[in-house]
């Protein structure tokens, strides 16, 4: 039983070009959250998705970030014209239920480590 | 406004000893707190669930406790190991919220 799978794991770009991270939900799970974790701080929330729709992403940027969960394949987090204050590692999580309602732990993926040369 | 502390300076303990890891918490009504742990490099890995009528939580060497009073939750690692060095991290959801809200992490580091 595979956990959460994100890929790359690591990923490079230069300012300007665009970013994508794909995370793959645990199999059974229609919850899919992502953190942002910068160097020497904590995980902040930035979105929550079920499949086809945003539930929540008061964390998110308001420009050049984006997130779907389509009905077939994996969640992807895109970064437009990425600068270097978008280094960070991207954490990807998956929980079977709803976090209020049930209580439910996350799983989270090993993370892609982006970094904005 | 809405602050979870975690003491940011490292925990250095020996083989052996119980580590006790503080995570206190401001301007929030959580449902309930769960603690992390991170590797570097890794994902955090889920350890422990405590709701808020919940006063105590054991997991093998592991306990958790909770005190809405106080507004601070303690995790315990009694035996402790150098395979128990890594970051701990609490996290609260407010209630009816949609996401986990995390501390700054503690890093424990034990020495045999």
């Known amino acids: 039983n595979a956990g959460v799978m994100q890929n790359p794991r690591h990923l490079v770009r230069r300012r300007g070009q665009e970013a994508r991270l794909r995370c793959s939900p645990m199999?059974?799970?229609?919850?899919v959250y992502w953190y942002r974790q910068l160097p020497e701080e904590g995980l902040k929330f930035m979105v929550y998705l079920q499949k086809e729709n945003i539930i929540d992403e008061s964390g998110m940027p308001k420009e050049r970030f984006s997130a779907e969960f389509p009905k077939e394949g994996p969640s992807i987090l895109r970064i437009q014209q990425v600068v270097r204050g978008d280094s960070a590692a991207y954490f990807c999580a998956s929980s079977p239920g709803r976090l209020g309602a049930s209580g439910a732990e996350q799983f989270f993926g090993p993370g892609t480590r982006l970094t904005v040369l | 406004s809405q602050k979870i502390e975690q003491n940011s300076e490292a925990l250095n303990i020996q083989e052996g000893k119980t580590a006790t890891l503080t995570c206190n918490y401001t301007?929030?009504?959580?449902?309930?707190l769960q603690w992390y742990r991170q590797d570097p490099g890794r994902g955090p890995v889920f350890l422990l669930l405590i709701r808020e009528n919940e006063k105590e939580k054991r997991k093998e060497r592991l306990k958790v406790t909770f005190d809405t009073t106080l507004k601070q939750s303690l995790f315990h690692i009694t035996a402790s190991q150098p395979a128990d060095s890594a970051t701990y991290l609490c996290?609260?959801?407010?209630?009816?919220?949609?996401?986990?809200?995390f501390g700054g992490g503690t890093r424990l580091m034990v020495k045999p």
């Open positions: 301007n929030y009504s959580p449902a309930y």
């Open positions: 996290a609260l959801v407010p209630n009816a919220g949609n996401m986990l809200t």
């Open positions: 199999k059974g799970h229609s919850h």
